[in-house]
C-alpha cells in the first residue's frame, strides 16, 4: 500500500458528461501528480501541483482541470467526456516538486458509453 | 515521438533465470531513470531508480545498468520468481526551465514461469 488514495475506483459515465477523480497523497507529501494510462498511449503525465499551486502541465487536454486543495488533496475534473477518454487515471505524490520518488495510487478506471 | 523505448514488449523467464528489460532515450537532459513495477489491478510501484552518473546500482535481486554514451539502461532481475511476473515500465524525467516530466516506456510484460 502506497499510502495514496483515489476514489472512486471505478466509474462508468456518458458521452458529453462530466466526472471529478479525488487523489488524497500520502501523509508529508506536498506533490500531487495526475497520469492517464491507457493501452494506445500507455502513462501520460497529465499535471503537478506542489503545495497548491499548478507546478507542470504535460498532455492535458483543454476539456481536463485539476487543483489542489488546502489539506493537500487533490481533484481532476474531466468534461465533455469522450469515448477516447475511457482510461485508468493515477494519481502519485512526493515530497518534493522535482518528480523524485513519486507513489501512485490504485487509480480510478474510467468508462465512458 | 516516443522518447523512451522499451523492450521487449513481453517476457517469458523460467523461474530462477535472469530477466532483462532493455530502454533507450535520445535525450541528453534526462537526469533521473526509475523503473516501476505495475500488477493487474495496481498503481505503478517505484522499484529502483539511478542517476546518469552512476553506472549501475543494485537493489536486492534488482539491478539497472546504465551507460550513459550509449544512452541506454536496463533492468536485470536475478533468480526471478512467479512473484515477479508482473509489467515494468522504465521512465526518465525531463526537466525544462522549471518544468518536468515523468516519460514512461511503453512497458514489458514479464511472465516467470514456475
Known amino acids: 500500500d502506497s499510502g495514496v488514495t483515489q476514489t472512486p475506483k471505478h466509474l462508468i459515465t456518458a458521452t458529453g458528461q462530466r466526472v471529478t477523480l479525488r487523489c488524497s497523497p500520502r501523509?508529508?507529501?506536498?506533490?500531487v501528480y495526475w497520469y492517464q494510462q491507457s493501452l494506445d498511449q500507455g502513462l501520460q503525465f497529465l499535471i503537478q501541483?506542489?503545495?497548491?499551486?499548478?507546478?507542470a502541465k504535460g498532455n492535458i487536454l483543454e476539456r481536463f482541470s485539476a487543483q489542489q486543495f488546502p489539506d493537500l488533496h487533490s481533484e481532476l475534473n474531466l468534461s465533455s467526456l469522450e469515448l477516447g477518454d475511457s482510461a485508468l487515471y493515477f494519481c502519485?505524490?512526493?515530497?518534493?516538486?522535482?518528480?523524485?520518488?513519486?507513489?501512485f495510487g490504485p487509480g480510478t478506471r474510467l468508462t465512458v458509453t | 515521438q516516443q522518447q523512451v523505448k522499451q523492450s521487449p514488449q513481453s517476457l517469458i523467464v523460467q523461474k530462477g533465470g535472469i530477466s532483462i528489460i532493455n530502454c533507450a532515450y535520445e535525450?541528453?537532459?534526462?537526469?533521473?531513470f526509475p523503473w516501476y513495477q505495475q500488477f493487474p489491478g495496481k498503481g505503478p510501484a517505484l522499484l529502483i531508480a539511478?542517476?546518469?552518473?552512476?553506472s549501475e546500482k543494485k537493489e536486492g535481486r534488482f539491478t539497472i545498468s546504465f551507460n550513459k554514451s550509449a544512452k541506454q539502461f536496463s533492468l536485470h532481475i536475478m533468480d526471478s520468481q512467479p512473484g515477479d511476473s508482473a509489467t515494468y515500465f522504465c521512465?526518465?524525467?525531463?526537466?525544462?526551465?522549471?518544468?518536468?516530466?515523468?516519460?514512461f516506456g511503453k512497458g514489458t510484460k514479464l511472465s516467470v514461469k514456475p
Open positions: 539511478i542517476r546518469p552518473d552512476v
Open positions: 501541483y506542489y503545495n497548491g499551486e499548478e507546478r
Open positions: 502519485a505524490s512526493s515530497v518534493g516538486a522535482g518528480f523524485y520518488e513519486q507513489y
Open positions: 521512465a526518465a524525467i525531463e526537466y525544462g526551465g522549471s518544468q518536468g516530466n515523468l516519460i
Open positions: 535525450n541528453t537532459a534526462f537526469d533521473y
Open positions: 501523509s508529508g507529501d506536498l506533490s
